[in-house]
């Protein structure tokens, strides 16, 4: 396939850049709202905080990671940069499959129990422990998630590691 143009590129790049931050945004985000959740003294808000959780990773994180990874692999497949000629590139993909995995097998499953006990416990969700090990994981998950994405940011601002070595071919 042909490489991209030079506007083609910015656009594509700059898409890259949008989803990122919006998935890095909306993990913050869910940090701050977490926060929340364990100073809540009401079952309804308690539901209604839970239930905002669950849509902000429905909605927003699930799409937002996934065209995240979708307009790197373009960016990598349509330009230069390919998939293993930098180790940062490497570092990227390899960090971002992890984190969408991650987030699938174990922060959505947690935020959609604490959501399905907290509508059928309201207040009373506080004392099972089922809620209470969901609510912690959420917020420490999350923290590590967060962090995670900014240092992916960083390295595609940095670029460390340089250019792995071309392999040459050895005359028989």
Request: glycine share 6%; charged share 10%.
């Amino acid at each position: 396939m042909k490489n991209l143009n030079a506007k083609q590129k910015q656009w594509l790049i700059t898409l890259h850049v949008a989803f990122s931050a919006i998935w890095f945004g909306t993990a913050l985000s869910m940090i701050v709202i977490a926060l929340m959740n364990q100073n809540t003294t009401n079952g309804d808000e308690l539901h209604a905080i839970n239930s905002i959780m669950q849509l902000l990773d429905d909605v927003v994180i699930i799409p937002s990671a996934f065209f995240s990874l979708l307009s790197g692999g373009l960016i990598c497949w349509l330009t230069v940069w390919g998939f293993f000629k930098h180790y940062w590139v490497i570092a990227k993909w390899v960090a971002t499959v992890t984190l969408i995995v991650t987030g699938s097998a174990w922060l959505g499953p947690w935020t959609n129990a604490m959501t399905a006990i907290s509508a059928e416990d309201r207040l009373q969700a506080l004392q099972n422990p089922l809620y209470v090990f969901d609510q912690k994981a959420v917020l420490i998950g999350g923290i590590i998630q967060t962090s995670c994405l900014l240092f992916i940011i960083a390295i595609s601002f940095v670029k460390p590691w340089g250019k792995r070595a071309a392999k040459t071919q050895t005359q028989a």
